[in-house]
């Protein structure tokens, strides 16, 4: 389950005992017991070797080079991730960001990312988060480290509140990247799940420029995003608090055959024609592009006395017949308001579209 960041002091202890002796070999001024130790299994040598290049090459090493450090470490922690010890390259990388190096930002970074490999969360949230706070962006192989930490810690934060907070600072400092719809409307979601209807509406407002803009587990986003602020634009007038008053209003009108009486009935945002082929709500507009009339023609249009069995507290469906056409059976769709930003209309009930056709499902 996603988790909140926890905020306890950073200190070297957290590491655990493996981790304090990593510290300790990088510190040492040779190879000493303790680097043998840590250099086990096949590739022993190399990891010698690759910890030696660090020491060499660190602030107090005999070669100064934060580059070739940067090489060396970056080639020890693949080849320890590669032998799944995610642990030990986290607690090496996270001891080389202790200290003063060009590369330290990355340093943090990676090892964060080595604990979130590990399936260790709680570890690498205070990382990310540390990275961000406190230490300089660094752009390796094109990309922003704190972009990526931002991406991460809002796909892993559990509290709304939270995920406002790395959202909003993605969409406000990197407002060119490529993903930056998608923050939008998962910010907007954030807003939404905190109660915040304003800025929700205003983001969702945001988002609907950004045609073709992929969200992943939002396959519909920008009809939802659509719906919302059509919906909050508009009068609302065509809502009812009962679904029985609404459905004997537009049983009436079928039967004066009057399609004006009827289209006043009908939803003025999100409205939607579909067949049961495809979900009503992805060719949903607000502007249903044929005339009622024109399938009326001033007759009579029939409908069951009773509402479809699957039809239940939060939407219901009636079966209509007579409508000239190829298809002379439309199912209307009748569904109970879900708008917490305008209590007045919360769980009324619209009439918000049709279905052509026999139901299928």
Excluded at 40 to 49: D, E, F, L, N, V
Excluded at 234 to 253: C, I, Q
Excluded at 290 to 301: A, K
């Amino acid at each position: 389950m996603p988790i909140d960041p926890p905020r306890p002091p950073f200190h070297t202890a957290r590491l655990g005992a493996f981790a304090c002796a990593i510290l300790l070999i990088l510190s040492s001024c040779g190879l000493d017991g303790k680097a043998s130790l840590y250099a086990s299994g096949p590739k022993k040598t190399q990891i010698r070797t690759l910890l030696s290049l660090i020491r060499t090459h660190g602030p107090e090493g005999e070669d100064p080079d934060p580059r070739s450090r940067f090489a060396a470490a970056e080639s020890l922690s693949a080849l320890l991730i590669g032998e799944k010890r995610e642990g030990s390259a986290a607690a090496l990388l996270q001891g080389l960001a202790e200290e003063d190096d060009a590369y330290a930002s990355w340093y943090l970074f990676a090892a964060a990312a080595a604990y979130e490999t590990r399936g260790e969360l709680a570890l690498a949230i205070p990382l990310y988060e540390r990275l961000v706070k406190t230490h300089s962006d660094l752009d390796l192989g094109g990309k922003s480290l704190h972009y990526e930490a931002l991406r991460r810690l809002a796909r892993s934060a559990g509290r709304p509140e939270r995920k406002i907070e790395y959202y909003r600072d993605l969409v406000t400092r990197f407002p060119d990247a490529a993903d930056t719809g998608a923050s939008i409307f998962l910010l907007a979601k954030a807003y939404e799940a905190a109660g915040n209807w304003k800025e929700a509406l205003a983001a969702y407002s945001s988002f609907l420029p950004y045609i073709g803009a992929k969200v992943p587990g939002y396959p519909d986003a920008h009809q939802y995003a659509r719906r919302l602020v059509e919906f909050n634009a508009s009068p609302k007038d065509w809502t009812y608090e009962s679904l029985e008053d609404l459905v004997g209003k537009v049983r009436a009108a079928l039967a004066s055959g009057s399609s004006r009486q009827l289209r006043r009935l009908s939803a003025r945002a999100g409205f939607f024609a579909s067949s049961w082929f495809k979900d009503g709500e992805q060719d949903g507009n607000s502007k249903v592009n044929f005339d009622l009339g024109e399938f009326m023609q001033g007759r009579s249009i029939r409908s069951e006395p009773s509402l479809h069995p699957s039809s239940n507290s939060r939407e219901a469906y009636l079966r209509t017949w007579g409508w000239t056409g190829r298809v002379p059976v439309w199912y209307l769709y009748f569904r109970r308001i879900d708008f917490p930003a305008d209590p007045e209309v919360h769980g009324r009930w619209e009439w918000a579209g049709i279905y052509f056709g026999e139901r299928l499902r």
